[in-house]
């Protein structure tokens, strides 16, 4: 469970506050205007933006000062942050040890997820010889092999196609199902929150509100929102 206790965030003269609960395993979209808030709060619950006020718990025990690294948390960036010199497989390692000096244990577990998602037999390739989408899918099992209970996503797909984005959605709500993580994940696309994401955290006017249904959120949303979706 995640809990933002009365959390003040700042970002240069901007605040954002945060007050709620997620219940561990839930899957849920931040949505709300540009500009309003939502990378700040989820730098803040990753541990690189330190709060003014309030705390930040994971099952109870107070996090608000870990650092990033000491946190349940991994975060996937929309470039996905991978270094080009380096295979796949080294890649994806470096979620295990950023040092990649993996025992042949570890080497199976990079194996097995990078089989898991669909990179079975590219190991070797470098980022710049794969597709936007196949990028997407290492990056993505090195958050895997991290093996952190709370998943962050900033837009992580934002650059792919719609089919290919569905997809990999789909890819990440199902480890998230498999792995029992918790997601959080910001999206410009009401249809990517509505795939993925039973509730969703709107980020509007300086607030980070409660988890509510996506679904009403949507479907009769508060006026900061509505001009953003361009519904009125
Ligand atoms: N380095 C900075 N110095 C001062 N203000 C900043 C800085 N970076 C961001 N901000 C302000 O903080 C606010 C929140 O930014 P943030 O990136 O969290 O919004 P967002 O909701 O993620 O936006 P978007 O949807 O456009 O990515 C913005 O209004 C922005 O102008």
Known sequence: MLNLEDAVIRNGVFTVTADF?????????????????????????????PLERGRILWDGRDITHDAPGARPVAMLFQDGNLFPHLSVEQNAGLG???????TSEQKKRVHTALARVGLQGLEERKPGALSGGQQSRAALARVLLQ?????????????????????????VAALAQETGATLMMISHDPDDARRIADLAILVAEGVAHPPQPTADLLDTPPPALRAYLGAG
């Open 96 to 102: 295990l040890r950023p040092d990649l000096r993996l």
């Open 147 to 171: 093996d952190r209970p709370l998943l962050l996503l900033d837009e992580p797909f934002a650059a792919l196609g719609p089919a290919l984005k569905a997809e990999m959605l789909d890819l």
């Open 21 to 49: 609960v997620i219940d561990s395993g839930a899957k849920i979209a931040v949505i709300g205007p540009s500009g309003a808030g939502k990378t700040t709060l989820i730098e803040a619950i990753a541990g690189f933006r």
